[in-house]
């Protein structure tokens, strides 16, 4: 089963940046997307940022100019990089991944996530 790990989250003034980080374990696997979530509390889960296999990055509305996602295929990881921050980017941030891994009986599609990394943005 692949594993996501996140790092980076914290707190940080309005105007400031956070880099978030994701990387991704285990046997036999291929990724075709990784991405990053964010739920607020009272709201559903969230897009933030995407990268697909092939290099297309899609981005929600609300980053647009102030959010950058990378990714190293090589390293199996991907990154958030969050400038001029707002209160309200303050979300519980998940890692997501896509892909195909061997199973049991073959390979399989995945869809899995992190446990999730902490933004606050206080004003």
């Known amino acids: 089963q692949v594993q996501l790990v996140e790092s980076g989250g914290g707190l940080v003034q309005a105007g400031g940046s956070l880099r978030l980080s994701c990387a991704a374990s285990?046997?036999?696997?291929?990724?075709?997307?990784m991405g990053w979530y964010r739920q607020a509390p009272g709201k559903q889960r969230e897009l933030v940022a995407a990268s697909i296999a092939g290099g297309s990055t899609n981005y929600a509305d609300s980053v647009k100019g102030r959010v950058t996602i990378s990714r190293d295929n090589a390293k199996n990881t991907v990154s958030l990089q969050m400038n001029s921050l707002r209160p309200e980017d303050t979300a519980v941030y998940y890692c997501?991944?896509?892909?195909?891994?061997?199973?049991?009986?073959?390979?399989?599609?995945?869809?899995?996530w992190g446990q999730g990394t902490q933004v606050t943005v206080s004003s």
């Open positions: 285990g046997s036999a696997f291929s990724i075709n997307a």
């Open positions: 997501n991944s896509k892909g195909a891994e061997m199973g049991p009986t073959g390979w399989r599609q995945f869809d899995y």
